[in-house]
């Protein structure tokens, strides 16, 4: 579905990313996992076309996306869920929700898609009329990725969901994320909660100092000596 | 007391007018984060366009609004593609140097057609009045062009929040790589905003044609007015933009009545100064990081 072919990129003279291959496979959950400054949410910017590799090649479904502009690449059905959260703040819960559904091609499905996402997070719809810079980091979290859900997502990219999220509020993520993989959406989830992360994973891949050291199941993960040492602290 | 009321009436009257000016600039300087230091000229060019179409067309200046509001948003939105939007990532010098070599063509090119003098629309209705109550009367054309104005200034609010398409403005200016990942072309958005602030202030100029003149370097005069009303209001904000520009309305026609018409712009300095200096982040505006 997704692959991403020896990717070099670089900010400015810095570079981050060295000859990253990965491929998702429709209907799976992948995770990338990493230290800080790994390169993980830079592989997502190149995936959606925010920043300009320096070589190798993206594509999806057959289409090369090294053309493309980061709202074509919406339009083909890849919407990333940004770390940080990054929702509009002057904008109301419903609004944020609107710009999720604001592709031709996904605006006749708002009204479902709404129900569906309202069904999701029912804490959402308590709060339709509140302003998106109002709400609580968890809350900002659920809007996050309920506006991605919006926009009827084939690959859905996740920047660490459950960053500075209360442990009861992160097993509730991870569960709504395996719900809606479950519904026939793709999953690439960028993670630092490991454990987690790879146990919901169909595969994983692990990225360090900007280029991908290990990958095999997510099982596989857990159980390798290296993964468990860097990251579960065992 | 009605010299009061009269001067205060006309001070808000034509502050709506600098309004659509002031939103128009904080619309582009929103979306964009660019201050556009043609926007003077741009109003002065819509100020040309309602004279030509009145004098050798014999349209009626507010009718004339009608044609220059599409063609100013057209050539805004030109500008916006061709020249403005090659620039959008390259240093703010780079990007202050061409929004005022553009206002600087634009005056220039309209001082080599028209030569530099003044130029006037004539009405039957120039100094017509309306009384509002016995002592107390309004210049009829101000009331007309603060009218339009108001319709102007609640229909581009119904768009900015109700229509997928404004929503979409009001994104981008609220985080311009969140709006890319929801699908929105956000250089779509910027013609949109570059043409609709033309737009306003072409309109404005159009609006102000009836009750004064206009020359070839009248913009340098609107781009620091409007600037004054988008700082005072709070940068990017719509309603502060609208609430600036009828203050500044106010404080220059009481100032040139109680002062003398010397101290008009003194007067609007000294408020937007003292705004300033208490509240920095503008009237509405929220303190950014
Ligand atoms: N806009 C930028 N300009 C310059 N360097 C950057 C920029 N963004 C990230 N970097 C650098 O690129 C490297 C990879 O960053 P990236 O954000 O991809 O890491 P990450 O794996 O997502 O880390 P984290 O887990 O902390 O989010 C880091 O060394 C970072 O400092
Ligand atoms: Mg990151």
Known sequence: ?234 | MSIFLYSLISGILTGGVYALIGIGLTLIFGVMRIINFAHGDLMMLGMYGTYLLSTFLGVDPFVSVLLVFPAMFLFGGLLQKALINRMLTSVAQNQILLTIGLGLILSNTVMLIFTSDYKTVTTSYASSTLKLSENVSVSAPLLVAFSITAAITAGLYWFLQKTDTGQAIRATAQDRDAARLMGINVSRMSILAFGLGSALAGTAGALLMPTTYTFPQIGSVFTLKAFVITVLGGMGSVVGATLGGILIGIAESLSAVYISSGWKDVAVFVLFLLVLLFKPSGLLGKSRT
């Open chain 1, 1 to 234: 579905m997704l692959r991403i072919d020896k990717l070099n990129f670089s900010y400015g003279d810095m570079k981050v990313l060295w000859d990253v291959d990965l491929e998702v496979h429709p209907g799976e959950i992948v995770t990338v996992v990493g230290a800080n400054g790994a390169g993980k949410s830079t592989t997502l910017k190149n995936i959606s076309r925010l920043v300009k590799p320096d070589s190798g090649g993206i594509t999806f479904e057959g289409v090369n996306l090294n053309r493309l502009q980061p709202h074509e690449v919406v339009g083909l059905g890849i919407v990333q869920v940004p770390e940080g959260r990054r929702i509009f703040p002057e904008m109301t819960v419903t609004e944020n929700l609107r710009m999720g559904s604001y592709l031709k091609a996904t605006r006749k499905f708002r009204e479902s898609n709404f129900e569906w996402v309202f069904h999701l997070f029912p804490r959402l719809k308590e709060r339709e009329k509140q302003l998106g810079g109002t709400m609580s980091g968890g809350e900002q979290q659920m809007l996050a990725i309920a506006r991605g859900l919006m926009a009827n997502p084939k690959l859905l990219l996740l920047d660490e969901p459950s960053l500075g999220l209360s442990p009861l509020f992160v097993k509730n993520i991870f569960q709504i994320l395996t719900d809606i993989n479950k519904e026939g959406v793709t999953i690439l989830l960028v993670e630092q909660n490991v454990y987690q992360s790879l146990r919901i994973s169909n595969r994983a891949y692990v990225m360090e100092t900007g280029r991908v050291v290990l990958s095999g199941s997510g099982e596989e993960l857990l159980n390798d000596e290296h993964v468990k040492k860097a990251f579960l602290g065992m």
